[in-house]
């Protein structure tokens, strides 16, 4: 086997060393059963154990109460969940903050279902900020944030105060950082970029909230639907549950959302020291340091074919995934909360001595 990658890709992203070994021996035998992760019924009672189990921890990561809360696992990626949460919570009108190309494509989806008013953007600057003094409407259904904005670097540490049932797309930083998770109605977050492979979306359901879902939908669009049936009216991506299972488990054993918080604002900070250090070479591209990302960091060189040069090189040393997203260029490293100290480091020194070499 090659040894393991500098992985800084947004997603599918790195994945915690212990959570791939355990999946390796459930590919082979799961639960010495005689049968593969990816061979057993989903009805089987060790899969629903798994499935609860996940459900569980990410209760127990959050604090919020299984009474209050409920914890689905559907398919279809945080894209399916841009028109599921208007198909069943847009009654009349919804507020969006539009803070990037994710939430500009959830305002998309929203619109096909009511008003949509955007309350906020940073559009007009390409979303290098977060937009600040937000006034909301006074009658909306819901109010849609995305926490963390994976194409351009910019994140929300504190949210705008709502009064309205708040809706947050976390799919690039949940459990990456601590919320007030009982200020949200909904969360949904595709796995793939914090919390394991792709192929399975986690919701965060307020109970009380979900009484107020509209009722004629189609019944896999409902989040009804998989409520009552715990994830399992249908058959569920149930491979891709155990990885985030397990990544569940690992992030308990860091210490939870504490601890792993703690090491990414290092790890973030190592970053853009390292930027700001060679401010003239290296430019950040999110305007207000405040509104930085401690999942994906953005920066620029003076031009595309020196960046090009950077990502180029860095891929020889084994980092890979430093290519900013296709509408924007530049660079990214996303340093999600598998992502080890030692790469953050090593990419560190690579600025240095590249900043040496070319300035
Ligand atoms: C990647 C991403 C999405 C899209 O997720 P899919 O699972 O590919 O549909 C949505 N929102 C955010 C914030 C993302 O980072």
Redesign the pocket.
């Known amino acids: 086997m090659a040894t393991r990658a500098h992985n800084f890709f947004a997603?599918p992203a790195v994945l915690p060393v212990s959570v791939l070994e355990q999946t390796k021996n459930a590919v082979m035998d799961f639960a010495d059963l005689g049968v593969s992760i990816l061979e057993i019924s989903h009805r089987d009672k060790k899969f629903e154990e798994v499935i609860r189990t996940a459900e569980n921890d990410a209760l127990e990561i959050t604090g919020l109460s299984a009474q209050e809360y409920t914890v689905l696992f559907v398919g279809g990626?945080?894209?399916t969940q841009f028109a599921m949460v208007p198909m069943n919570f847009l009654h009349k009108k919804a507020d969006y903050i539009n803070t990037g190309e994710?939430s500009s494509k959830a305002i998309k989806e929203a619109k096909l279902f009511g008003e949509v008013v955007e309350a906020a953007s940073s559009k007009d600057k390409n979303f290098n900020y977060l937009p600040k003094n937000i006034s909301f409407s006074p009658d909306a259904d819901y109010v849609h944030i995305?926490t963390?904005?994976?194409i351009f670097g910019t994140q929300w540490k504190t949210l705008p105060a709502v009064n309205a049932p708040l809706v947050a797309?976390m799919?690039?930083d949940m459990f990456g950082i601590q919320r007030e998770w009982n200020k949200y109605s909904l969360i949904y977050a595709?796995a793939?970029?914090n919390l394991g492979p792709?192929g399975v979306?986690m919701v965060v359901l307020k109970k009380a909230w979900l009484e107020k879902a509209k009722e004629k939908n189609p019944t896999m669009m409902k989040y009804k639907t998989h409520a009552d049936a715990g994830s399992l009216y249908n058959t569920p991506p149930s491979f891709a549950v155990f990885v985030v299972g397990k990544t569940l488990q690992w992030i308990k054993g860091q210490g939870g959302l504490a601890a792993v918080q703690e090491k990414n604002e290092k790890k973030a900070k190592l970053l853009y020291d390292a930027i700001d250090g060679h401010g003239d070479f290296y430019k950040g591209s999110v305007a207000d340091k405040a509104d930085r990302s401690l999942m994906n960091v953005t920066w620029n060189l003076s031009t595309p074919e020196l960046e090009e040069k950077f990502i180029g090189e860095a891929k020889k040393l084994k980092m890979l995934g430093l290519k900013g997203h296709r509408s924007v260029g530049g660079i990214r490293a996303s340093i999600y909360n598998a992502c080890p100290m030692e790469s953050v480091e090593l990419l560190v020194k690579f600025m240095e001595d590249f900043y040496k070499a070319n300035k």
């Open positions: 997603g990626g945080a894209s994710w995305t963390n904005n994976t797309d799919s690039s595709g793939q970029k792709s979306t």
